[in-house]
């Protein structure tokens, strides 16, 4: 019951900050950039800075489905950023090169968490059927090696949790510090970028957390178990 309960509180508190992300998505879509770029422009131009040129700039449907794939190497913009011309299409646009950034820099934290990518997989999978049987009928289980397994799985996919906090905040930093010294964004448009890109931080905060008290959960159970 005590994992349902993490699970459900940090589906909400989820939901809570993918609403204020949206509202600030909303309104510093709203600020328009004063040199009238398109996200798509300021991530070939920052692209184009760093020296980057086997990086694909593409467009994705949907909303803040902006990311980029290091597998075939593209950045990969959202309607609304890709042909946006304001502070939110910038800001977004930028982070996202800054992953391309880390790839093309071989930022160990990403070459991390994209090494263990296959193992993440079979333990998300792992996860729906532990829920699935219900968790409660397997710490009842005489096999101690269905907990095992249990933590394995959950250990995995919060350490994937874990590492994504640096690469998400390394990304967001080297965009800003980029926006600033170029000035693609200076005063309140930076101001505004900062914003947007911390609350979007803050989603990532809050799945680590959440990755990582169910990890704690499951350790104390089994822990008491053995006792």
């Known amino acids: 019951m005590g994992i349902i309960i993490i699970s459900v ?5 989820g939901m809570i900050l993918s609403g204020v992300l949206r509202s600030k998505f909303n309104k510093y879509s709203l600020m328009p950039l004063q040199n009238g770029m398109s996200g798509a422009d300021v991530a070939a131009a920052m692209l184009r800075h760093y ?4 990086v694909r700039i593409t467009h994705v449907d949907g909303q803040l489905t902006d990311h980029y794939n290091p597998q075939d190497k593209t950045v990969n913009l959202s309607q609304d950023v890709y042909h946006g011309r304001s502070v939110a299409a910038a800001a977004v646009a930028a982070h996202e090169c800054g992953h391309a950034v880390q790839h093309a820099t071989q930022y ?3 070459q991390f968490r994209s090494a263990i990518v296959p193992l993440v997989n079979i333990a998300a999978s792992l996860q729906q059927y532990f829920f699935m049987f219900g968790l409660v009928g397997l710490y009842l289980t005489k096999q101690p090696i269905i907990m095992v397994i249990v933590l394995l799985a959950f250990g995995v996919t919060c350490l994937f949790s ?5 690469v998400e905040f390394d990304a967001s930093r080297r965009a800003l510090a980029w926006l600033d010294n170029s000035g693609f964004a200076r005063g309140a448009e930076y101001a505004g970028a900062k914003d947007a890109l911390t609350w979007a931080a803050m989603t990532y905060v809050s799945a680590a957390l959440a990755a ?3 990890f704690l959960y499951l350790l104390m159970m089994f822990m008491g178990r053995r006792d």
């Not at 509180?9 to 508190?13: A, D, E, S």
């Not at 874990?162 to 640096?166: E, G, K, M, Q, S």
Request: hydrophobic share 60%; proline share 5%.
């Open 9 to 13: 509180l940090f589906t909400v508190i």
């Open 51 to 54: 020296g980057i040129h086997d």
């Open 108 to 110: 160990s934290m990403l």
């Open 162 to 166: 874990l590492i994504t906090l640096p």
């Open 212 to 214: 990582l008290l169910q």
